[in-house]
């Protein structure tokens, strides 16, 4: 059995049932639920949306705070390799 859209589940009904009085009361109430389920959505897609951006936002602090580590050793490494040549060069004009 497909899943209906709400307009055609109401034609179903429309079409199968001949009392009026419980077609009326289907309809209403097909059109009452698929309404409030509508706003369900909207409101775990706002939820949804809002965990996405907080989420992304750990992330950027995550790695911006790893990036500046990473920078700073870098250039401490740099500095000591640097540091390191100069003296290796003084030693090759000594000797």
Known sequence: MAKLSKEELKKK????????????????????????????????????????????????????????VDETKEDETKEDEEGLTEEEIVDVKEI
């Open 13 to 68: 009904i429309d079409e199968k049932i001949t009392d009026e009085d419980l077609k009326i009361e289907l309809l209403e109430d097909i059109e009452d639920s698929v309404d409030v389920s509508d706003d369900t959505e909207k409101v775990e897609k706002t939820a949804y949306d809002e965990v996405v951006a907080e989420r992304d936002e750990i992330k950027r602090k995550y790695k911006e705070r790893f990036l500046k």
